[in-house]
């Protein structure tokens, strides 16, 4: 269990609403980061900020104790704002949740399908309802965020005007859900990162752990392979590895990767002292646990210490 309560619980007791028990997303009230963090946290009261900056933001200043991020989507991919925040964070990755997103066509009360003849949602969320907005002669808008365009078509009042967002923000704004999973592909989900103050303190022999860590090298033949190497000499499983370029030249290539294990166990250990010796720049993300999502099939190691 990390030391920032990452986990479920009851949602009773005095400490309801202090910093200490907020959770920050990006997004409006009903924005999808909003439904991940109910889902994830339900004993948290969430905070709405602008961007992620401010979401994160909000925890290194006390305000929130958690910030709840998207990181890629089995659809869209790579949700590329994260990365210019990390080298600069010293907030710590303390757990990873998966949103399943759901779409909903929502509109004013007494409104139906026939009525409704342009939709407002976020460019991510209308592309991934396309074949449902074409099948029904419904002209996209694009608008900045899935539950503001909720909350835009509920101030202006227009019955030919829907949006595509979560069924909470058909509720927060008292909305009518026309249609439910209305997204054209049924495994359109998102994961996330949850960011703390503090690490994660876990052990290793009874959870299951994945590390997260930025590094450098030069843009030289086998830089990489060989800042790599002992990660297979080690028999360490790298689940992700995206680069950047970086530098006023772009000389240097920039990696945020995720690896299987815990920096105190051997081989992931060594793998790290490895990597130390051909990059010339290493930060260290935070180590959590990996989520019950992607975790069938593992067992606890049968010989702790090796």
């Not at 007791?13 to 409006?28: D, K, P």
């Not at 946290?41 to 709840?68: D, H, K, N």
């Not at 998207?70 to 998966?98: C, M, Q």
């Not at 997103?101 to 976020?122: D, M, N, Y």
Request: aromatic share 8%; charged share 20%.
């Amino acid at each position: 269990m990390a030391k920032a309560r990452v986990g479920k619980g009851s949602s009773k007791g005095s400490s309801r609403g202090r910093a200490s028990n907020i959770i920050a997303f990006q997004g409006e009230p009903g924005a999808n980061s909003d439904m991940a963090c109910r889902a994830a946290f339900p004993y948290m009261t969430t905070l709405p900020c602008p961007t992620f900056e401010t979401a994160m933001a909000a925890v290194q200043a006390g305000r929130s104790e958690l910030a709840i991020i998207p990181v890629e989507n089995s659809i869209a991919g790579r949700v590329a704002d994260l990365h210019s925040l990390l080298p600069h964070t010293r907030l710590k990755i303390v757990a990873e949740h998966f949103q399943r997103v759901e779409h909903c066509l929502v509109a004013l009360p007494g409104t139906s399908l026939r009525t409704i003849r342009t939709v407002k949602s976020h460019v991510q969320a209308l592309a991934q309802c396309r074949n449902f907005l074409k099948k029904h002669r419904l002209q996209p808008l694009v608008h900045a965020d899935t539950a503001g365009a909720a909350r835009e078509i509920a101030e202006i009042g227009d019955k030919s005007v829907g949006a595509i967002a979560s069924s909470l923000a058909a509720r927060i704004y008292n909305l009518k859900v026309l249609a439910r999973n209305i997204e054209d592909a049924d495994h359109n989900t998102t994961r996330m990162l949850v960011f703390s103050r503090d690490e994660a303190a876990l052990d290793w022999r009874t959870v299951q752990c994945m590390t997260a860590f930025l590094f450098r090298v030069k843009s030289r033949p086998a830089a990489l392979y060989k800042a790599l190497g002992g990660f297979a000499t080690n028999g360490v499983n790298i689940v992700k590895l995206e680069s950047y370029l970086s530098g006023a030249r772009f000389e240097q290539a920039q990696f945020y990767a995720e690896v299987e294990g815990h920096p105190e166990q051997r081989s992931l250990y060594l793998a790290f002292e490895e990597l130390g010796f051909f990059s010339e720049e290493f930060k260290p993300l935070g180590t959590f646990p990996v989520n019950p999502f992607r975790r069938k099939g593992w067992e606890a190691p049968t010989r702790p210490g090796t």
